[in-house]
């Protein structure tokens, strides 16, 4: 394990058993690393395993085998887990695409963003909170005269900065965010992806980003891991992923991103993915520097 190693996932795997005869094998076996100040991003398409991976690191779903590790601590048994608890949950915050819709809506937008620091105590005089609280709105690009508003009151997107700011208030190691903007319009999309830019390049934060659309992960992701069926089946560079994909699923996938020339995209071939001849039993290899697919 590397020092900026702030995420290890090892062999993680996750299977539901449904009933005696049937199990679900959400995720099985997966390794990646999220490496301090970075964005990796998991895509794939629905049910390939993504939320579980994030339940994992959130330790809603201890490990059936292998392990996560968070800053040397291992968290994906439940008996571990509480033991690297406090270590862990201040410095963990997740983001999802509910996220907006699950604010109290009896809550003020000031009281949301600042019931994280109350609870934990971060702040000792009112004053200070109040200047912590209009610090962390405009970070996220919120006027602090909305700070007297009532989620219902104010548009989704802008429910959604109120949600990232309240993560963002305790300064955590690592930001989880499971499809952040999938339920946005797409103009809003664009905007908080800009914040999410904005809050890794300025503020130097660490995302564990989930997204099931690889084109908007694009430029946003250091390194991207493409899942299939509950497995990594490639996982490098961003730019190198789109430069050099090597597994038949990440081509098919890459062939289906629209391009902004109507032309084109009308005759452009679809690369399709023969679900049939996938064998989730080869092993993760070495395909290019930082590079590996599953063969
Ligand atoms: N608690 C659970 N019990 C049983 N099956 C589950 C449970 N959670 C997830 N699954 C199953 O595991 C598989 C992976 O689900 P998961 O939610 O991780 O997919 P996902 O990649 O996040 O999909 P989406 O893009 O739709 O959010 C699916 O088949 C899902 O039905
Ligand atoms: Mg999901």
Redesign the pocket.
Known sequence: MSESDLLRVVDYHKH?H?SRNFT?K??DGISFEVRSGEVFSLV??????????AKGVMGIYPANKGEIYFKGHLISDRKSYKKARKHVQKDIQIVFQDSAAALNPRMKVKDIISEPLVVNKIFPSKGELIERIDELMLQVGLDPLFKNKYPNEISGGQRQRVAIARAIGLNPDLIVA??PVASLDVSIQAQIITLFEYLREEKNFTFFF?A?DLALVRYISDRVGV?YG?KIVEICPSEELFKNPWHPYTRSLLSAIPVPDPIYEKQKPLIGFDKSKFNPNGAMTKVADDHYALA
């Open positions: 539901f449904i679900v959400a995720v794939g398409e629905s049910g390939s395993g993504k939320s579980t991976v499971d499809e989930i099931h899942m509950g």
